[in-house]
């Protein structure tokens, strides 16, 4: 069941990415582009007769295009607004207005969205584009988690952030090897390194700590703190209490581990998937290891690409279905609208771009135009196929190396099978 909960989670996550970047890429001309926020605790009355309002001033717009467009964006919300006779209890986001969509195309577009967080503001613009950082905010990590790795020659600090890896800044050290310059007492080039090595530590224990206390909402996000580096370097950073006491106490653990560079970080993370059991990019992390393990294997129980993964879906052979949450594609049904013909299509959606500008082609056996009969995310429609065979499915995203992969190397389309198919 929270298996379950926690893809559902997924699935929500990326539509509403997927939405906001559409409405991201919507340009209008002029300002005809409008932008609706209702608040829960707000009266639909109140909103629907300002906008009665805002519909007599346009008379005052010089431009009769942007004065048409205006009016029928309005027309258009008030329209679908009389079947709310309050807000859900998160609010509602309304995004309507005349984009540009392809070449000097234009369409009246309006797109209502439900937000995941409850919207605490009430707002109404227009312009050339619509106004979408409070609902962008809502996609930012509610936590995250410090990292830390050091020896006694370099260190670099950043954040765990969900799936993604935030490298932030470093300090190198000016502490001597262990051997001493001749002319020195053994005792005396101790001490000089004993105290270059605190001075070292004092500096990253400063530098880092403001990075992670200057963390927006500190005593909320910021969940703990992972350090990472060779023993004893680690240890005796920690029990020196070089952090400030707020950072110092949020240590979850210390981790062993090669690198105290940028590439460290990653390795941290690794190194720490115990402590972050739960935490997605472990879990993601975990699924793109396994496939890439049975993908060198000879008889690995590995397969990719759109055409294998359907085949292997249809048999029941998949046991993980996984897909990249950077896949912009749909599944299209068309027909031959003279005869019987019909066909199925993937198809790649540019930003800006809508189904009017896919070529759909010709019918091969009477050569009359196709027509569009059904167009499905390929997301949704892989994860229906995936469902008739008790398939898991994981969303995985492009914040790590492993996920990045999938999507450039694979095309955003794995699998690992249940048994081998050939395919």
Known sequence: MAEEVEMDEARRRYEFKKVLEKLQSQQGDGTELITLYIPPDKQIFDVTNQLKDEYGQCANIKSKQTKTNVQSAISSILSRLKYYKRPPEKGLAVFCGTVKTYGDRTDLQCTIIEPPEPLNLYMYRCSSNFELEPLLQMLEEKYVYGLLVLDKREAYWGFLRGNRIEPVGGANSTVPGKMRKGGQSAARFGRLREIAIDEFYTKIGERASAIFLAEKDFFERFKGLLIGGPSPTKEEFEKGNYLHHEVQKRIIGLFD????NEDGLAELVDSAKDALKGMTVVKEKAFMDRFLKELVKDDGLAAYGEESIRHNLEI???????????????????RCQSCDYTAEKTVSIEAGKTMADIPLG????????????EETDIVDELTKLADMSSSKVELISDDFEEGSILFSAFGGIAAILRYRTGY
């Open 362 to 373: 010709n019918c091969p056996k009477c050569t009359a135009p196709n027509i569009l009969e």
């Open 257 to 260: 581990v090669a690198y105290t």
């Open 316 to 334: 029941g052979a998949v046991d993980i279905l996984l897909l990249s949450t950077k896949l912009r594609k749909s599944r299209l049904k068309i």
